[in-house]
């Protein structure tokens, strides 16, 4: 899987959420709970996703960028909430 992104957007998520596109590179090889993003018309599939990346627990927003799913695009990348969290953790705390 190869992951791309916005450079200007990684430095807006830095800055926002503290959180750098790079350090995210084993996100999507962890345990996520996914789904799609339908809260608006986008012009793109989005999904979004929690999952744990060294002790954190992750929000991720991204798309696939091609049909095969091997590129991903993130779009956005925070803490998870603490509902998003409690979530993740009743679905995967028999894995951990």
């Not at 060294?54 to 799913?69: E, G, N, Q, Y």
Request: proline share 1%; glycine share 4%; aromatic share 14%.
């Amino acid at each position: 899987m190869y992951i791309q992104w916005n450079e200007k957007k990684r430095c807006i998520n830095l800055r926002e959420h503290g959180i750098d596109f790079v350090d995210l590179l084993d996100f999507f090889d962890g345990e996520l709970m996914t789904q799609e993003d339908e809260r608006y018309e986008y012009s793109e599939l989005r999904f979004q996703s929690i999952g744990m990346l060294r002790a954190l627990v992750l929000f991720v927003a991204w798309t696939p960028a091609d049909a095969d799913d091997v590129v991903v695009h993130r779009i956005s990348a925070r803490r998870a909430t603490q509902y998003e969290t409690e979530t993740w953790f009743q679905q995967y705390s028999t894995h951990h």
